[in-house]
T-cell receptor
Framework: AQRVTQPEKLLSVFKGAPVELKCNYSYSGSPELFWYVQYSRQRLQLLLR??SRESIKGFTADLNKGETSFHLKKPFAQEEDSAMYYCALTGGFKTIFGAGTRLFVKA | NAGVTQTPKFRVLKTGQSMTLLCAQD?????MYWYRQDPGMGLRLIHYSVGEGTTAKGEVPDGYNVSRLKKQNFLLGLESAAPSQTSVYFCASSVTPYEQFFGPGTRLTVL
């Protein structure tokens, strides 16, 4: 079955602390993996894509095919990182989203 | 350049009523999608289109119909609304199946 699992509904960290948002997937094939973010009162938008290997707003994500994971990491969280984060998998024409993790960065 | 727009922003329906949600994009994207977002479930794909005149079913298509008569528009129809269709509906479009651009959402309540 094709599935994206984000085990944490809520993650709360202090400003300056490292943050890791977990994502595991199940897919028979070679999917494209993404992280989308939704800030308060803004639209859902693409944060990063595994194939680009970029660091966006200090966030990185490494695709681990052996563990079928695509965890999102940032070494020093900022208050403006507080948002809803969705891990997503695209295979063929369809995209499957995880249930999302709400990140709250405390001052 | 408005990107992806959705009409209406809010709507309240009674059970059994019908309505159409309109999604429009001005980026000349081939691919368009309709999702619903429910608490604790993320976004689930209802229907999608890979080009003008084409539509296909997603994860949760039952109770919905779609049409893509023009490249820039993707309509989502509810023929007989049910309370289970209370949700926030998002439209998205993309050049390829990958980076999707989302609309602001439509909050629908079915009483």
């Amino acid at each position: 079955a094709q599935r994206v699992t984000q085990p944490e509904k809520l993650l709360s960290v202090f400003k300056g602390a490292p943050v890791e948002l977990k994502c595991n997937y199940s897919y028979s094939g070679s999917p494209e993996l993404f992280w989308y973010v939704q800030y308060s009162r803004q639209r859902l938008q693409l944060l990063l894509r595994h194939i680009s290997r970029e660091s966006i707003k200090g966030f990185t994500a490494d695709l681990n095919k052996g563990e079928t994971s695509f965890h999102l990491k940032k070494p020093f969280a900022q208050e403006e990182d507080s948002a809803m984060y969705y891990c997503a998998l695209t295979g063929g024409f369809k995209t499957i989203f995880g249930a999302g993790t709400r990140l709250f960065v405390k001052a | 350049n408005a990107g992806v727009t959705q009409t209406p922003k809010f709507r309240v329906l009674k059970t059994g009523q019908s309505m159409t949600l309109l999604c429009a994009q001005d980026m000349n994207h081939e691919y368009m999608y309709w999702y619903r977002q429910d608490p604790g479930m993320g976004l689930r794909l209802i229907h999608y289109s890979v080009g003008e005149g084409t539509t296909a079913k997603g994860e949760v298509p039952d109770g919905y119909n779609v049409s893509r008569l023009k490249k820039q528009n993707f309509l989502l129809g509810l023929e007989s609304a049910a309370p289970s269709q209370t949700s926030v509906y998002f439209c998205a479009s993309s050049v390829t199946p990958y980076e999707q651009f989302f609309g602001p959402g439509t909050r629908l309540t079915v009483l």
